[in-house]
């Protein structure tokens, strides 16, 4: 009888140790899935429960945040990629505070560094903003 690579256990170690892994790891993945669904829901309260507030305001910056996804398909060795896009601007109202929203892409794009103007937001949900002119 040989020696194992694998020791005095054999291979069979490995079939004890695999499932608990991948077991180990599904519960995290899920684990992870729950509590950002509770912080989802969480933060979607506290924003109803907020005041809609409209204040003076002026966009300091404005980002984007480029997330890409890729697919392999076994079937006839092709990928498809996508790419999604995500716009936030930041603006200090009249405290020197200043607050970062997301925004949609039309509102990203007819807003400009310097623009003054009326923000409305409720919590951490933007609402609007109304250039001044």
Do not use: C
């Amino acid at each position: 009888m040989g020696v194992s690579s694998f020791g005095n256990s054999g291979p069979g170690i490995m079939f004890s140790i695999v499932p608990i892994f991948i077991f180990i790891v599904f519960v995290l993945v899920i684990g992870m899935i729950i509590v950002q669904a509770i912080k989802g829901g969480k933060q979607w309260k506290q924003n109803n429960a907020s005041p809609v507030l409209t204040v003076d305001a002026t966009v300091v910056s404005k980002r984007t945040d480029v997330s890409h996804y890729r697919r392999n398909s076994n079937e006839n060795h092709m990928s498809t990629s996508r790419s999604s896009t995500s716009y936030y601007v930041t603006f200090q109202v009249e405290s020197g505070d200043r607050m970062e929203f997301h925004v949609q892409d039309t509102e990203y794009g007819m807003l400009v560094e310097g623009d003054m103007g009326n923000l409305t937001f409720q919590g951490t949900r933007y609402k609007g903003f109304e250039r001044q002119k």
